[in-house]
């Protein structure tokens, strides 16, 4: 019997395996915009920080930065941060371009992969300094602004691109078995 006739049905690979759902393409659209927006107000600064010539084009950032001191001031971890948002930027346009082949894909859950644990040491550099840049709202007695402002919205970054790395993840498991199936003989 040959290779080809052994194959299973189940082993044909999917084609919308092969691509971005489109959920993920409008995420990785968004959190392009965002970061890009993000890395601007930060490395501008302090042009674009509170009393700066370019402070209204960031009004949120400017508020968020009295509760994150980190966006409020200079802050080295925060424009490294900042250049790596531009790198992943580059990435994701790369593979929004590519959204629609398996390369795409690979690359997408690549540069989410990247934007999820860059999120979480944020949290894990804050927390590990004893919250030295947002301590400042707790110590004013401010817990419902510190939740709302300085950690609610950074949690979606969590959410969202650990959400994208599972859909994206499975679909690479997928494809991964699929192959493997139309490369292993059956009935040897």
């Given at each position: 019997?040959?290779?080809?006739?052994?194959?299973?049905?189940?082993?044909?690979?999917?084609?919308?395996?092969?691509?971005?759902?489109?959920?993920?393409?409008?995420?990785?659209?968004?959190?392009?915009?965002?970061?890009?927006?993000?890395?601007?107000?930060?490395?501008?600064?302090?042009?674009?920080?509170?009393?700066?010539?370019?402070?209204?084009?960031?009004?949120?950032?400017?508020?968020?930065?009295?509760?994150?001191?980190?966006?409020?001031?200079?802050?080295?971890?925060?424009?490294?941060?900042?250049?790596?948002?531009?790198?992943?930027?580059?990435?994701?346009?790369?593979?929004?371009?590519?959204?629609?082949?398996?390369?795409?894909?690979?690359?997408?859950?690549?540069?989410?992969?990247?934007?999820?644990?860059?999120?979480?040491?944020?949290?894990l550099v804050e927390a590990s300094s004893g919250l030295e840049m947002t301590r400042q709202s707790l110590e004013r007695g401010d817990?419902?602004?510190?939740?709302?402002?300085?950690?609610?919205?950074?949690?979606?970054?969590?959410?969202?691109?650990?959400?994208?790395?599972?859909?994206?993840?499975?679909?690479?498991?997928?494809?991964?078995?699929?192959?493997?199936?139309?490369?292993?003989?059956?009935?040897?």
């Amino acid at each position: 019997m040959t290779q080809s006739a052994a194959l299973s049905p189940k082993s044909v690979v999917d084609p919308r395996d092969l691509r971005m759902p489109t959920w993920v393409i409008v995420w990785l659209t968004i959190s392009a915009v965002i970061q890009t927006y993000d890395a601007c107000y930060v490395l501008l600064g302090p042009l674009s920080h509170a009393g700066g010539p370019l402070e209204a084009l960031w009004p949120g950032h400017v508020f968020y930065g009295t509760f994150d001191h980190r966006y409020g001031q200079f802050d080295a971890f925060g424009s490294a941060q900042s250049w790596a948002n531009l790198v992943e930027v580059v990435v994701i346009v790369w593979a929004l371009l590519h959204a629609r082949r398996w390369s795409g894909v690979v690359v997408g859950l690549i540069v989410t992969v990247a934007t999820f644990w860059k999120t979480v040491i944020y949290f894990l550099v804050e927390a590990s300094s004893g919250l030295e840049m947002t301590r400042q709202s707790l110590e004013r007695g401010d817990i419902t602004g510190f939740l709302m402002v300085a950690v609610l919205p950074n949690l979606f970054w969590i959410v969202f691109p650990l959400a994208v790395v599972i859909a994206l993840g499975r679909q690479v498991l997928r494809v991964g078995r699929a192959m493997q199936d139309q490369t292993v003989p059956r009935g040897t």
